[in-house]
């Protein structure tokens, strides 16, 4: 585990390809959590759906447990407790007051395996592509409110895969002192080509924060394809790491005085008008 300071911190991206097997990619999972333990990483992001990857958005509600009792969040909690990091849970299918729709929850827990923020999926991903249809919020409930995490010093905005179309919510971040935005995704592969690495350039470079990005990669049940290449961008828009195709882990060293530095030199974020 990275040093108590505050200064640094060495962050974990894991890229999974996760399917209907909720047993089998947790054990995936927590395999590459022990990998980024042994790389000193202190906090540890997951994809979104890392538990279970079904064939459309509304296999998610046959997985779906009560927040209290929720199978997934435990598993978490003990993953950060045996290892003394913060992992952000990428997302866990969550049961809502609505039968008929489930909550798309992205979970963050403390070091020693507390629950310290929870944020619901704001923006749901409603597209009709010319290869591929989507309609999330057929089987999903949107959140209603930002969520931030605060861990040694960063303070983290969260937000899940089409949030980050939305510049407006990460604006909202870096105006109440975000240093790092966290995002877990699963984009498809047109979109994802189109348009991933240049959102996440973009929402690091206007908010002067390091953007921590998990993808899924691969090809899931019902033929879904997820394009990866999770990354690690810091407050310049420099990638710091990033994956291809496939399972993996991607470290970065993360130093807030890099953030201090950036935002004195160029303040523009003080410059805003609107």
């Not at 959590?33 to 459309?56: D, Y």
């Not at 969040?73 to 950060?80: D, G, N, S, T, V």
């Not at 290449?229 to 195709?245: F, K, Q, R, Y």
Request: aromatic share 6%; glycine share 6%; hydrophobic share 35%.
């Amino acid at each position: 585990m990275s040093s108590d300071s505050s200064e640094y911190l060495r962050a974990g991206v894991i890229q999974l390809c996760s399917n209907q097997d909720q047993d089998n990619n947790l054990a995936r999972t927590a395999s590459l959590i022990e990998k980024a333990a042994e790389q000193k990483c202190s906090l540890i992001l997951l994809p979104e759906n890392f538990s279970c990857m079904g064939s459309c958005d509304a296999d998610k509600n046959g997985v779906a447990e009560k927040q209290d009792h929720s199978s997934v969040l435990a598993f978490l909690a003990e993953q950060a407790r045996r290892h003394q990091l913060t992992i952000i849970g990428g997302t866990v299918p969550l049961k809502s007051d609505n039968s008929k729709k489930i909550r798309n929850s992205c979970p963050v827990f403390s070091a020693s395996g507390e629950l310290i923020a929870l944020y619901d999926k704001m923006h749901l991903f409603d597209a009709d592509l010319d290869s591929e249809k989507h309609c999330e919020s057929a089987s999903v409930k949107a959140g209603k409110t930002p969520e931030t995490a605060s861990v040694n010093g960063w303070k983290i905005g969260l937000s899940i895969c089409y949030d980050l179309r939305f510049p407006e919510l990460y604006r909202h971040y870096s105006s109440i002192g975000c240093n790092m935005l966290a995002i877990p995704a699963a984009f498809t592969r047109p979109t994802g080509k189109a348009h991933w690495e240049v959102l996440l350039r973009a929402r690091a470079i206007e908010n002067q924060a390091y953007v921590i990005a998990a993808g899924q990669s691969g090809v899931h049940p019902g033929n879904r394809k997820t394009w990866g290449h999770s990354m690690i961008v810091d407050p310049w828009g420099e990638v710091l790491a990033t994956s291809n195709d496939g399972e993996g882990l991607i470290t970065a060293e993360l130093s807030l005085n890099k953030v201090k530095k950036i935002r004195e030199a160029l303040p523009a974020l003080k410059h805003r008008r609107v």
